[in-house]
């Protein structure tokens, strides 16, 4: 064991390519689409270092080209996760006392490689997989990934580093271990970067993990699988376990030796694994750690002093990059009668030259959504608002799944404010606004506030600083992310760490030590030099 305090330098965010026209970039990730969608491959399950063929498949294919097969995955049930239990914990013994700067090394050489010979690789899977644009791509798959990766070892440095005082015939520490057993992580499809960092954050701090990908972003997380096995992952301390949420989730949560949830999805899915894991408290042999990050109704809210300019390119990035499918998008928005004109002939003007598409045509600003359920799912809230009489479609509301499952940014105007698109989670390209009438600024912000049972993110417009207080204070608890004068997406790694609140989940925070901190067991330790050799006090000595 080498005898040194090593020390890694507080890390910069990862730059972004532009792949604007002429840029070297821009053929290159052009190269690698083409290289990836003249192949079909065969995704296994990866238990112990080992891949793992089933008799259960299910093809890949694009969301913007669903006739276009990618490859095949192997699905998961009760007899892989038990392999992966036994695998974990096998690990286990060698990963939890490996030396934190041996972890680490593993975690800046995969960022390494995201960033340099994988870049156009984890780029173009995640675009062809997920239907992202390269700059979509790009900003997570690449950027946010090296991001989780490389801060995330420097902040366990910077807790293991923080030890308790110790007075003069003492010596108090604090070592930080990690859970026992294993963490299953429960990843959501659109986001690469969040698919990886659920797994990876809590084997940095030497646990070990079942990863349970989404089946629809299966392609791009089969790479992160390539990535660390060339960084150096030890076999077995990341299990990688494709299949349906009930074959995979409920063996998993059934073992005593299940030790914390890393979860991103639906409020649904959360809620019952919650549930599923209380149900079987007693036969744990820790109490497990529960952190998830779910769903979220995000407000755009201006003020009658907001530039409406800003405003409107906020909503039109907010509520239609990625096809609305962020947690973070913005799906709701309240502006004052005052505006209200201005902003809606603004909007309009600019949300008509919105193109969407297939990504490989990069002057598309949209893909396809990712999947026929989530086709389904969009297109009924559209349906719903054309069919009522408490709202309107001002644009869009066209859909087409006959080659992708492609829907129009849309945006919905209620009449109502508690209209069903204004209340319900649609993750979907359409942006419901609310006009209140000035007058009725501060009972619009308790509308805003009291409306959703989530509190992820929220943004608020304004010129006037005492506005901007006001909104704040009345909104405190309705995000977890909050946003002045800007849109309510594009949380970043170090800058904005991101969790919301209520039913958006347990707040815990991806992107800082508050994560890391949920995966660490505690022991302090307290040595004294020179014990006591009598058991009697002062206060007992006769007068």
Known sequence: MSNAFFEIREPENESYNSYAPGTPEREELREEINRLKNQEIQIPAIIGGKEVKTDRQEDVVMPHNHSHKLGTVHLCGQKEVDMAIEAALEARKQWADMPWEERASIYLKAADLVTGPYRYTMNASTMLG????????????????????????????????????????????MEYRPLEGFVFAVTPFNFTAIAGNLPLAPALCGNVSLWKPATSSIYSSYFIMKVLKEAGMPDGVINFLPGSGADVGDPVIKSEHLSGLHFTGSTNTFQYLWKSIAENIEKYNTYPRIVGETGGKDFIFAHESADVDAVVIAAIRAAYEYQGQKCSAASRMYIPDSIWDEFRDKFLDEVKDVNYGDVEDFTNFMGAVIDQKAF???????????????????????????????????????????????????????????????????????????????????????????????MADYLRQAAGNFYINDKPTAAIVNQQPFGGARKSGTNDKAGSAANLMRWISVRSIKETTVPAKDWTYPYMDEE
Not at 144 to 160: G, M, P, T
């Open 130 to 173: 997920q239907s992202k644009t390269p700059h979509q791509s790009e900003i997570e798959a690449v950027g946010e990934f090296a991001d989780f990766l490389r801060f995330n070892a420097y902040y366990l440095q910077e807790i293991y580093e923080k030890q308790p005082y110790s007075p003069e015939g003492m010596w108090n520490r």
């Open 376 to 470: 389904d799912n969009i297109t009924s809230y559209i349906d719903y608002v054309k069919e009522s009489d408490d709202g309107e479609i001002l644009y869009g509301g066209n859909y087409d799944d006959s080659e992708g499952y492609f829907v129009e940014p849309t945006l919905v105007l209620a009449h109502d404010p508690k209209f069903k698109t204004m209340e319900e989670e649609i993750f979907g390209p359409v942006l419901t606004v609310y006009v209140y009438e000035d007058e009725k600024f501060e009972e619009t912000l308790e509308l805003c506030d009291n409306t959703s049972p989530y509190a992820l993110t929220g943004a608020i417009f304004a010129q006037e600083r005492y506005a901007l207080k006001k």
